[in-house]
């Protein structure tokens, strides 16, 4: 859908293959899919609305979580087994999520969210992740993939954030997984959850299709230079780096809170009294 866009102009296609160029870099690099960058700049520099920002940043994900994965992927840097049974909890979760969201109070929920993302990004600036460490996998390793899978389906639709936000300090504090493995197979977990997410979203109507093929072309390209940059730095600088990013994540997802609950409030004083 072209309709919800400001006029096509060159200035306009620069700004968005710049935002593809930053969202592709970042995911190559941190296997976060870029579309927590990549909304708010469409957002406020491209004039795309809302709705229509995220589900196109979603749809050029999917080119760009492929080609990204498959760099990790040569370089032996991707946990196959574990990355089917995350994304079969996954697809399950956002499913779940969705019908949630339509259900329950997200106030609470959401500053619990913040908080634990906070102390995550606080334990990734003190551990550094061993790399070439192999995980031996048993049935409880397995469930715990498929559970970690819900988990990133759940809070991917009720907060509308990428699940490698999720899914990489998970595999590295939890299962005890290479920096650069959790990124690898947070790439490939992303192939099928955004593509269920782009073709539910395209029934809707709510992607900008031209938007979506230039901004996922230049996110295409930047996630290699990207992956390459992941595989050159050191793992605690690493780990550090993506601390900070949660930090960001964290603050974006406090401005939401803060704005959701000032437009409560306008609501309830809006409401004539009984």
Same mark, same amino acid.
């Given at each position: 859908m072209t309709g919800h866009a400001a006029p096509a102009t060159p200035r306009r296609w620069t700004t968005i293959v710049v935002i593809g160029l930053v969202g592709g870099l970042l995911s190559?690099?941190?296997?976060?899919g870029g579309g927590i960058v990549m909304v708010p700049l469409l957002v406020t520099f491209a004039k795309v609305n809302q709705r229509v920002a995220a589900a196109t940043s979603l749809a050029a994900i999917v080119p760009t979580s492929i080609v990204g994965s498959i760099t990790y992927l040569v370089a032996g840097e991707v946990d196959l087994l574990a990355a089917v049974l995350v994304s079969v909890g996954a697809v399950v979760g956002a499913l779940a999520g969705s019908a949630l969201l339509k259900r329950i109070p997200l106030t609470w929920l959401r500053w619990m969210f913040i908080v634990f993302i906070l102390l995550v990004a606080a334990r990734l600036f003190f551990i550094t992740p061993q790399r070439g460490h192999d995980v031996a996998f048993t049935p409880a390793v397995g469930v715990g993939y498929v559970v970690l899978g819900l988990l990133m389906g759940v809070l991917s639709a009720l907060f509308g954030i990428g699940g490698g936000i999720i899914a990489v300090p998970a595999l590295i504090n939890v299962f005890g997984v290479s920096d650069l493995i959790a990124k690898g197979t947070s790439l490939v977990v992303m192939i099928p959850t955004s593509v269920v997410g782009t073709i539910s979203n395209w029934r809707a109507k709510n992607v900008d299709v031209p938007t979506g093929l230039a901004l996922g072309l &230049?996110?295409?390209?930047?996630?290699?230079?990207?992956?390459?940059l992941a595989l050159a730095l050191p793992p605690q600088l690493s780990s550090t780096l993506f601390g900070l990013l949660l930090i960001a994540v964290a603050a974006q997802l406090t401005w939401k809170a803060i704005a959701a609950q000032r437009l409560a409030r306008r609501k309830t &004083?809006?409401?004539?009294?009984p």
């Open positions: 190559g690099l941190f296997a976060i &230049a996110a295409t390209v930047a996630s290699v230079p990207g992956a390459w &004083a809006s409401e004539p009294s």
